[in-house]
C-alpha cells in the first residue's frame, strides 16, 4: 500500500504543478525540458547505485517507444489544455485509466474480488461525474469538434503511456526497473530540447527551474507504480491511484486556489473515497 500511496502524493504534486504553470502562463516545454533533464538525472543515480549493470536491446528499444508516447501525450495535453481548458483535460487523462484495466484483464487475465469490481465500478462513475462537474464549469468556446479530438486523443495517449509500466512489470526483469526509467527520461529530454532548440523557443528560467522541480516526483511517480504493480493487480492499482489523485487534487485545489466544487463535485469525491475504501479490501 506504501508504493500506491506514494504513486497517489508524487502524480498529485505533479497535477498541481502543472495547475500552478498554468497560472503564471509558463511554457510547457521548457517546463517539461526541466522535467526530464532532473528525471534523468534521478533515474541514473537510481541506475548507478543498483551495483551492478543489467541491460537489455529490448528493454532498451521498448524505453524508446514508451518515452515517445510520454512526450506526445504532453503535447497533446497542453494543446488540450488550450482548447478545452485544465479542467476537462485533466479528467480525460483521469478517465484513460480505463485502458490500462482493461487491456490488464484481457492480456494479462487478471481476475479481482467482489468487492474491488464494485470499488472499479465506484472508480468510473467518480470519474464521470467529475467530468460532469468540470463540464458544468468550462466556458463555451468555438473550438467544436477539434476540443473532442484533443480529449480522445489524449485519453489514448495516457491510457497506453500507463499500460506500458504493466507491459514492463508483466514482461521484463524487474532488476532492469533502473534501466528502463532512465531510457525513458533521457530519450525524453532529448526529443524535447531538440524540438526547444529546432523552433528557438526562448527559456524562461523560472519555467526551467519549476520544470527541474517537477521532475522529481514525476521520476519517483513511475518507480513507485511499477513497484505497486509488483505487489497488487493492474485493475485495482490503476483505479485506486486515479481516484486518490482526483480526490487529493481536488481537495488541494481548493485549499490553495479556492476551486470551488459544486454539487456534482463534491458528489464525485463522495463516490471516489467509497471506490477508495471497497479497492483496497
Given at each position: ?52 549493470s543489467v541491460f537489455s ?208 463535485g463534491i458528489l464525485s ?13
Amino acid at each position: 500500500m506504501f508504493a500506491i500511496v506514494m504513486t497517489i502524493f508524487c502524480s498529485t504534486s505533479i497535477a498541481l504543478l502543472l495547475k500552478y504553470n498554468d497560472t503564471r502562463v509558463g511554457q510547457p516545454l521548457v517546463l517539461l525540458t526541466g522535467n526530464y533533464l532532473i528525471a534523468s538525472i534521478i533515474s541514473l543515480i537510481f541506475l548507478i547505485e543498483q551495483g551492478k549493470s543489467v541491460f537489455s536491446f529490448d528493454t532498451f528499444m521498448f524505453g524508446v517507444i514508451v518515452a515517445i508516447i510520454f512526450t506526445a501525450s504532453f503535447f497533446i495535453f497542453a494543446k488540450a489544455v488550450a482548447v478545452s481548458g485544465t479542467a476537462l483535460a485533466q479528467t480525460s487523462s483521469r478517465l484513460s485509466v480505463a485502458v490500462p484495466v482493461l487491456f490488464s484483464m484481457l492480456m494479462f487475465k487478471e481476475s479481482p474480488t467482489i468487492m474491488q469490481i464494485s470499488g472499479i465500478f465506484l472508480a468510473f462513475i467518480t470519474i464521470f461525474l467529475f467530468y460532469v462537474s468540470v463540464h458544468k464549469n468550462s466556458k463555451e468556446d468555438d473550438h467544436g469538434l477539434t476540443k473532442y479530438l484533443y480529449l480522445v486523443l489524449l485519453f489514448i495517449g495516457i491510457g497506453l503511456g500507463d499500460f506500458s509500466m504493466k507491459i514492463f512489470q508483466g514482461m521484463r526483469p524487474m532488476t532492469e526497473k533502473p534501466f528502463f526509467l532512465f531510457i525513458i527520461f533521457t530519450y525524453s529530454f532529448f526529443i524535447c530540447i531538440t524540438i526547444l532548440l529546432i523552433k528557438k523557443i526562448p527559456v524562461l528560467r523560472p519555467t526551467l527551474y519549476l520544470g527541474m522541480f517537477l521532475g522529481v516526483p514525476n521520476v519517483f511517480s513511475s518507480y513507485f507504480i511499477l513497484s505497486a504493480l509488483t505487489l497488487y493487480p493492474a485493475v485495482v492499482v490503476y483505479p485506486f491511484i486515479n481516484i486518490g489523485i482526483i480526490v487529493l487534487t481536488s481537495v488541494l485545489a481548493y485549499l490553495i486556489w479556492k476551486e470551488k466544487l459544486g454539487f456534482w463535485g463534491i458528489l464525485s469525491l463522495s463516490t471516489g473515497v467509497l471506490a477508495i475504501i471497497l479497492l483496497s479490501r
